[in-house]
């Protein structure tokens, strides 16, 4: 899924930077927070959870203040977070 969606944003044009697991999304994020817009995160990833990345990067020097975030799953929503679903 996430090699597909970064091969259609790419053929749209945007610059795309994948990482395979939670910690690897979390050093992405901090290393280039200026040049990122979006992030998708999912919320079973390997190592830490999307929510549990989205946290970390939240709490970066400037976190999403210059960007928004997603959340993808293939669980219910019911089964997400209460902290999430706002």
């Known amino acids: 899924m996430r ?30 927070t200026d040049a990122i817009e979006l992030v998708f995160l999912d919320m079973t990833m390997p190592g830490l959870t999307g929510l549990e990345a989205l946290e970390r990067c939240s709490t970066w020097s400037g976190g999403f203040s210059t960007c928004s975030a997603a959340m993808t799953s293939r669980r219910a929503r019911e089964s997400w977070p209460e902290r999430i679903i706002k």
């Open 3 to 32: 090699r597909a969606a970064a091969q259609i944003l790419l053929c749209k044009g945007y610059n795309v930077m994948e990482a395979s697991d939670g910690e690897g999304a979390v050093r992405i994020f901090t290393e280039n």
